[in-house]
């Protein structure tokens, strides 16, 4: 959670306000500072769009283009009169030398959000697919085979097309083993663990 991460005695903090109506950044910017909100709302934008509003206090916005090194992947920009406490980068850095844990902390809040946009896309693909397909059923085109479930593991990045193609071909040499399977081989050669297991299942029934 965000209140778990050390923060400056309150006479050190840098503190931003921005009007309602005002960007706090854009889309690409190269800076890498983290900001706190603490009052306010603002929304997020992707390529022009609004993909979602933060109006929770203690909320670390801005993360990603710490961790990644990326510049930023969206805009945010103030829809109440809000306020920030600003960390810039290199101080970050400096505090989680001398204190480990912010670092810890912070890699949980971006594992989460990561986890929370990887769901969304998954929904979204799934939608997309059953779109596509009662288009093709109007429109009387033949169903397009359900993809294997190596192939949805190769398309949620669990495996590479290599491994699978190495696996295929082990199996291939394998064909008195009549109990082994794709998945067999590639929990075999460590391709492939349970936990990625009930990770995929668990996007599975989203």
Request: aromatic content about 6%.
């Amino acid at each position: 959670m965000p209140g778990k991460i050390p923060l400056p005695n309150e006479q050190k903090q840098r503190y931003s306000f921005y009007k309602a109506g005002t960007r706090v950044f854009s889309q690409g910017d190269t800076s890498t500072d983290i900001y706190i909100l603490k009052k306010g709302a603002v929304t997020v934008c992707v390529d022009d769009q609004i993909v979602g509003l933060i109006n929770t206090p203690d909320t670390f916005i801005g993360e990603m283009a710490y961790f990644l090194g990326i510049s930023r992947t969206a805009t945010i920009e103030a829809v109440e009169d809000s306020e920030f406490i600003v960390i810039p980068a290199e101080e970050l850095n400096e505090r989680v030398l001398k204190n480990p844990r912010i670092g810890i902390e912070l890699i949980k809040i971006l594992s989460r959000r990561l986890a929370n946009t990887t769901k969304y896309a998954t929904r979204l693909e799934r939608d997309i697919t059953s779109a596509r397909s009662e288009l093709r059923r109007i429109q009387g085109i033949r169903e397009e085979p359900e993809p294997s479930t190596e192939d949805k593991l190769v398309s949620r990045g669990f495996i590479t097309c290599e491994q699978l193609e190495e696996c295929k071909k082990e199996l291939a040499r394998k064909k008195d083993a009549k109990e082994s399977s794709i998945l067999h081989v590639l929990v075999e050669k460590k391709y492939l663990t349970v936990e990625h297991l009930i990770q995929y299942l668990e996007l599975e029934q989203v």
